[in-house]
Structures are given as C-alpha cells and as structure tokens.
Nanobody, 119 residues
Framework: QVQLVESGGGSVQAGGSLRLSCVAS????????MGWYRQAPGKGREFVVD????????YYLDSVKGRFTISRDNAKDTMFLQMNSLKPEDTAVYYC????????????WGQGTQVTVSS
C-alpha cells in the first residue's frame, strides 16, 4: 500500500506560479512510477505528466509543455510539479498517482489539491 498526500495548491493570477508536492508513504517510493493528473470542473480526469523510477519523463500534456516541470526526490519520497505561466484553463484539482509497473495503470491516488487561476 502507498499513501499519497498532495499539497501546494492555491489561487493565483494568470501568469503566476505554483509548486505542487506529493509525499508518499508506505512501500519504497523509488519503486513506483509517479504521475500527475488533473480534473477541471465538469470534465474528466486528464493525464498531465509522469516520471519513471529512473527519473525519465515520459511526456507532457501538450498544453503544459514548456510551462510545467515534473521532478522527484527519492530520498524524500516526494514528487513535485513546478507550474509556471499559469493560465485560467489550468484551473483544476490536481492528483498525484503511483504505479507499481512502468507501463501499467496507476494503482494509488492522492486526494487532490485545488489549483485556481484567475484572469
């Protein structure tokens, strides 16, 4: 079992920045592929980006490329999402997720953290 807790969400104006964190507890963090998803009001959950155990990043959602950066610190059991140049369309609940396999579905989810970007 892995427990995931996100933090760092909040309200910012367009063009601002936020840094989300996801702290994992339970089984060794380094053994999991980690990812960020988001869900905007009235929409389904969408993939944002994920990062393999090695630190290799698979790919970013096109709309966040060049603005968001994912990273992980295995020594601190923590994953980050640095979000710059935020836009109103980035408004969503952001979830972190953990997968035991490098290519399979995500097994564990956090409770989410709200990000609101005003114009």
């Amino acid at each position: 079992q892995v427990q995931l807790v996100e933090s760092g969400g909040g309200s910012v104006q367009a063009g601002g920045s936020l840094r989300l964190s996801c702290v994992a507890s339970g089984r060794p963090f380094r053994t999991y592929r980690m990812g960020w998803y988001r869900q905007a009001p009235g929409k389904g959950r969408e993939f944002v980006v994920d990062i393999r155990r090695s630190g290799d990043i698979t790919y970013y959602l096109d709309s966040v490329k060049g603005r968001f950066t994912i990273s992980r610190d295995n020594a601190k059991d923590t994953m980050f999402l640095q979000m710059n140049s935020l836009k109103p369309e980035d408004t969503a609940v952001y979830y972190c997720a953990a997968a035991a396999s490098e290519n399979g579905p995500y097994d564990y989810w956090g409770q989410g953290t709200q990000v609101t970007v005003s114009s």
